[in-house]
C-alpha cells in the first residue's frame, strides 16, 4: 500500500507564493511519476502539473505556466509546487497523486495513489 501526504497549503494574499508538499510512502521501492491537481468549489478536479519519476519530463497546465513550477526532492517519491503570483482563480484544495505508468500522466484514471488534499487559499 502506498500513501501520498500533501502539505504547506494556507492563506495567502494575491500576488503571493506558496510551496506544496507532497511523500508517496509505503511499500514500494519504485519510483512514481507524480503529479499535482486542483479542485476549486463547485468545479471538477482539474490537472495542475505532473513530473516523471526522473524529473526530465515535465508537463503544466496552460493556466500555471510562468507561474507555478514543479520539482522532485531528493527522497524518494517527494515532489513540490512553488506557486508564484498566485491569483483568487488559484484558490482550490490541491491534490498530490502517484502513478505507476510512463509519464508524467495528465488524467486522473492514469494516477493510481491520491493524497486527501491541502487547502490553499488565496484573498485579495
Known amino acids: 500500500q502506498v500513501q501520498v501526504v500533501e502539505s504547506g497549503g494556507g492563506l495567502v494574499q494575491a500576488g503571493g507564493s506558496l510551496r506544496l508538499s507532497c511523500a508517496a510512502s509505503?511499500?514500494?521501492?519504485?519510483?512514481?511519476?507524480m503529479g499535482w491537481f486542483r479542485q476549486a468549489p463547485g468545479k471538477e478536479r482539474e490537472f495542475v502539473a505532473g513530473?516523471?519519476?526522473?524529473?526530465?519530463?515535465?508537463d503544466y497546465a496552460d493556466s500555471v505556466k510562468g507561474r507555478f513550477t514543479i520539482s522532485r526532492g531528493n527522497a524518494k517519491n517527494t515532489v513540490y509546487l512553488q506557486m508564484n503570483s498566485l491569483n483568487s482563480e488559484d484558490t482550490a484544495v490541491y491534490y498530490c497523486?502517484?502513478?505507476?505508468?510512463?509519464?508524467?500522466?495528465?488524467?486522473?484514471?492514469?494516477?493510481?495513489?491520491w493524497g486527501q488534499g491541502t487547502q490553499v487559499t488565496v484573498s485579495s
Open positions: 497523486a502517484a502513478a505507476d505508468r510512463r509519464g508524467p500522466p495528465r488524467y486522473e484514471y492514469e494516477y493510481d495513489y
Open positions: 509505503g511499500r514500494t521501492s519504485r519510483r512514481y511519476n
Open positions: 513530473i516523471d519519476w526522473s524529473g526530465d519530463s515535465i
